[in-house]
Nanobody, 119 residues
Framework: QVQLVESGGGSVQPGGSLRLSCTASKSVFNFNAMGWYRQTPGKEREVVALIPTRGTTNYVDSVKGRFTISRDNAKNTVYLQMNSLKPEDTAVYYC?????????????WGQGTQVTVSS
């Protein structure tokens, strides 16, 4: 079983910055990809940023140029640096990892961390 532990959420004014962290209980090299999703009440969870073990990062259009996803392999940790935050970025942010084992895909989620952008 894989555990993902998030930290770094909070409240910030528009234009501010936050950095989210997600530490996995296994080496990140066990995963096909890791990423960050977000969800607001009444809406489906949406992907924000993905970082594959092999390949390039990708972002939802609404955060391009403002958010950066990165990974520290030695710490089994993925980060989401969020700059120029807007009220519409307010959501619960979830860390995600997926793993392929014998042709089966396993998906893991963190507990979620609240990000609130408000003046």
């Amino acid at each position: 079983q894989v555990q993902l532990v998030e930290s770094g959420g909070g409240s910030v004014q528009p234009g501010g910055s936050l950095r989210l962290s997600c530490t996995a209980s296994k080496s990140v090299f066990n995963f096909n990809a890791m990423g960050w999703y977000r969800q607001t009440p009444g809406k489906e969870r949406e992907v924000v940023a993905l970082i594959p073990t092999r390949g390039t990062t990708n972002y939802v259009d609404s955060v391009k140029g403002r958010f950066t996803i990165s990974r520290d392999n030695a710490k089994n940790t993925v980060y989401l640096q969020m700059n120029s935050l807007k009220p519409e970025d307010t959501a619960v942010y979830y860390c995600n990892a997926d793993q392929l084992v014998a042709g089966l895909k396993y998906v893991y989620w963190g507990q979620g961390t609240q990000v609130t952008v408000s003046s």
